[in-house]
């Protein structure tokens, strides 16, 4: 099986009220999870048996074990 915990990303929000959303792992994807960031601050999280996915909605940097990307940019 995949270790989950391994899996860290990390955002950084790059305006106020920037939400990290955990979508659930398994037969049904839903909500589970909103976490507000305000410009500056920062996350550190990892995908775990019950999140296997995440929305970011808003301006944020975001890393992962892919490179680095930016989400609530226009390009
Ligand atoms: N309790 C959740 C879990 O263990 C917390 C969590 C982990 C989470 N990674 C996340 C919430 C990423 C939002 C985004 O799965």
């Known amino acids: 099986m995949t270790n989950h915990q391994t899996d860290y990303f990390v955002i950084k929000a790059k305006e106020n009220g920037v939400q990290v959303i955990g ?30 996915a995440v929305k970011i909605r808003g301006k944020a940097t975001i890393w992962t074990k892919f490179g680095s990307i930016e989400a609530g940019d226009n390009n």
């Open 23 to 52: 979508l659930t792992r398994g037969q049904d994807t839903r909500f589970h999870h909103a976490e507000k960031l305000d410009r500056g601050e920062v996350m550190i999280a990892e995908f775990t048996e019950h999140t296997s």
